[in-house]
């Protein structure tokens, strides 16, 4: 295409008008640019979208989702939760009673609750019944004695109750434990820095709160005993776990059962390295204790909760797949995606760092498999930072993104239960401070548990994804996940779908509905910061009100903003939402 045009040597005045030819050469222009970022920024529509002569176009992405069969479904407890054993060195154990923190975890139920962590493996039960006698703390002083008598009392008060036993602690018992929990609290880490770990007894009163607690929360408690304690000959010394079994099964408690946390780390913690060949014959040993005793005859066996699975991890999986694989009724590793010393708030949105639990995945898919084909894999211990989190980040907004996905892609990928690491107390990856306030991970994990259920869907989508290229790997930064609506939520009818999508692109995205979500009303659940932190936020707001819980110490209504029918879904920059798609009637939610 040649444009021709002669200018003139200078402009005779500034009211003479440009020569007529500039017209088409600024079009040509134009249209050279537009042509040259299209290269450079890649194709983002792959599937062709026919369109009206005329029409501006609002829409990138078209959403669809396959309704006639679920491609995974999940165990009922899906999302669950963990406590670690560091509640009885700090002492908050004996409050696990607070109504608030019952109420708290009654709205994620149900779930599984494991009580198992680093300290698992210091952990010794005896049968003693004065908590007061045996409790380890910073000094005998006054306002300390004061305060093991007002708990002493407590546990007077609470043997009177029938049924589920609640307490209402006073602000100045809370207070002292807050002080008494901050010192110990530099304990902790210490030995967590220091990788060397003080013995825990856990008394005959502790097991009884920690399932006071379990059974009055709807969650299903999960023991994890210690497996450090050694023979001269390398084998389990089951005698203390063969007393709390006895004492637990005088009291009728339902209770499954785990040996060990973490075993790929023994040598470095104690000195004595533990092989998956011995590791299984353990977990034989285990299941032979438990077989002569009658509630417990079929109780539910889980393993061997490995971490990370690198070359000797895999080695030692692989060991204890062919000794026991068929002993445990679920296979369980743990996960940790930063280094808690090093986190900044911008690494929860790297979407490399989203990714590398797939790989994971993969790993233990292979190994379990080999042995012992379709038994479910658990992700236990699952945190976003380690060395117990990183205060302002670890419990921020900005760590959801991690977990959420985390949620979606465990179910994508076929996992059978993730159990979050911790509900209470323990470091800063927890879902409740220590005033007993909902973090923005507790307000994610609670509308993940009103609205998802346990089948999964196939997700179409047109418009999101660029052409890769040689050598270049495409990660998403919009996420988009579908499960059939929790069929518990009775405000939405059998056959709704429920969407929930992560966008950490920094502009906002248009989602059109289409093929059988085409035209239907959407209920939207929008997770924001709240706040002037931003991400950093520890308080968020659902379609723009501030979450808290309600003054007489309930959860509040989590009210959907309603969208009309065949609406644009409108996801602004960097946030997390949930879009329940109504009436589709999907074949594959009807039905159980």
Sequence with gaps: MRVLCAFPEAMPSSNSRPPSCLAPVALFLALLLHLFLSSQAGDRRPLRVDRAPGLKEKTLILLDVSTKNPIRTVNENFLSLQLDPSIIHDGWLDFLSSKRLVTLARGLSPAFLRFGGKRTDFLQFQNLRNPAKSRGGPGPDYYLKNYEDDIVRSDVALDKQKGCKIAQH??????????????????????????????????????????????????????????????????????????LLKYSASKKYNISWELGNEPNNYRTMRGRAVNGSQLGKDYIQLKSLLQPIRIYSRASLYGPNIGRPRKNVIALLDGFMKVAGSTVDAVTWQHCYIDGRVVKVMDFLKTRLLDTLSDQIRKIQKVVNTYTPG??????????????????????????????????????????????????????????????????????????????????????????????????????????????????????????????????????????????????????????????????????????????????????????????????????????????????????????
């Excluded at 005993?225 to 001269?232: D, E, G, I, Q, S």
């Design 375 to 592: 038994k479910k894999i658990w992700l236990e211990g699952v945190v976003t930072t380690s060395a117990g989190g990183t205060n302002n980040l670890s419990d921020s907004y900005a760590a959801g993104f991690l977990w959420l996905n985390t949620l979606g892609m465990l179910a994508n990928q076929g996992i059978d239960v993730v159990i979050r690491h911790s509900f209470f107390d323990h470091g800063y990856n927890h879902l409740v401070d220590q005033n007993f306030n909902p973090l923005p991970d507790y307000w994610l994990s609670l509308l993940y548990k009103r609205l998802i259920g346990p089948k999964v869907l196939a997700v179409h989508v047109a418009g999101l994804q660029r052409k890769p290229r040689p050598g270049r790997v495409i990660r998403d930064k919009l996420r988009i996940y579908a499960h059939c609506t929790n069929h518990h939520n009775h405000n939405y009818v059998r056959g709704s779908i429920t969407l929930f999508i992560i966008n950490l692109h920094r502009s906002r995205k248009k989602i059109k509905l289409a093929g059988t979500l085409r035209d239907k009303l959407v209920h939207q659940y929008l997770l924001q910061p709240y706040g002037q932190e931003g991400l950093k936020s520890k308080s968020v707001q659902l379609n723009g009100q501030p979450l808290v819980m309600v003054d007489d110490g309930t959860l509040p209504e989590l009210k959907p903003r309603p969208l009309r029918a065949g609406r644009t879904l409108v996801i602004p920059p960097v946030t997390m939402g949930f879009y329940v798609v109504k009436n589709v009637n999907a074949l594959a939610c009807r039905y159980r």
């Design 170 to 243: 006073p602000d100045v018992m809370l207070e002292l434990q807050r002080e008494k929990a901050a010192q110990m609290h530099l304990v902790l880490l210490k030995e967590q820095f220091s990788n060397t770990y003080s013995n825990l007894i856990l008394t005959a009163r502790s097991l009884d709160k920690l399932y006071n607690f379990a059974d009055c929360s709807g969650l299903h408690l999960i023991f994890a005993l210690n497996a450090l304690r050694r023979n001269p000959n390398n084998s389990w010394n089951s005698s203390s776990a063969l007393s």
